[in-house]
């Protein structure tokens, strides 16, 4: 019976630490669905607050950007392109300690500046930040587009 009290503790901690498990999900979740809306709504200053100061931005197999200044360059760079269309869908969230991964899919549907509509669909990859604050930020973003597939969203 000694065993009952510290069996107690053990439960109960376990069951916070689920609690704070789901909850730092959820709040990832949150945090990606900004982004999304932030993107679908062509908010420059929205899309570039969901980055942490230092973030690095790359996309395929061009090279890294780093830091919001020069993401923001990037993002004003592409402004003439308009995304009608954003599905971002997560396979995988994986939180360890205050960094957080998210692997998933997503399309876009995009205007160009010629008008021509296309949609455009790869995989992504977020690793997350925990900020002072609490907050998530996006420390990495990586999105590669691929041909066909992924997902069909």
């Given at each position: 019976?000694?065993?009952?009290?510290?069996?107690?503790v053990?439960?109960?901690?376990?069951?916070?630490?689920?609690?704070?498990?789901?909850?730092?999900?959820?709040?990832?979740?949150?945090?990606?669905?900004?982004?999304?809306?932030?993107?679908?709504?062509?908010?420059?200053?929205?899309?570039?607050a969901?980055?942490?100061?230092?973030a690095?931005?790359?996309?395929?197999?061009?090279?890294?950007?780093?830091?919001?200044?020069?993401?923001?360059?990037?993002?004003q760079?592409?402004?003439?392109?308009?995304?009608?269309?954003?599905?971002?869908?997560?396979a995988?969230t994986?939180?360890?300690?205050?960094?957080?991964?998210?692997?998933?899919?997503?399309?876009?549907?995009?205007?160009?500046?010629?008008h021509?509509?296309?949609?455009?669909?790869?995989v992504?990859?977020?690793?997350w930040?925990r900020q002072?604050?609490?907050?998530?930020?996006?420390?990495?973003?990586?999105?590669?587009?691929?041909?066909?597939?992924?997902?069909?969203?």
């Amino acid at each position: 019976m000694k065993r009952a009290p510290q069996t107690a503790v053990f439960v109960l901690w376990l069951c916070c630490q689920t609690a704070w498990a789901d909850s730092v999900g959820e709040q990832i979740i949150a945090a990606l669905e900004r982004y999304r809306i932030a993107v679908l709504e062509l908010d420059i200053d929205g899309e570039v607050a969901s980055f942490a100061e230092d973030a690095e931005l790359s996309q395929g197999n061009e090279p890294t950007v780093q830091g919001r200044t020069t993401i923001r360059a990037l993002l004003q760079s592409q402004a003439g392109f308009k995304v009608v269309g954003y599905d971002l869908r997560t396979a995988a969230t994986r939180v360890q300690g205050l960094i957080a991964i998210q692997n998933g899919f997503y399309s876009q549907r995009i205007i160009s500046p010629q008008h021509e509509s296309r949609i455009v669909k790869g995989v992504f990859e977020v690793q997350w930040s925990r900020q002072p604050d609490g907050s998530w930020l996006i420390g990495r973003l990586y999105t590669e587009q691929v041909e066909g597939d992924p997902r069909k969203p």
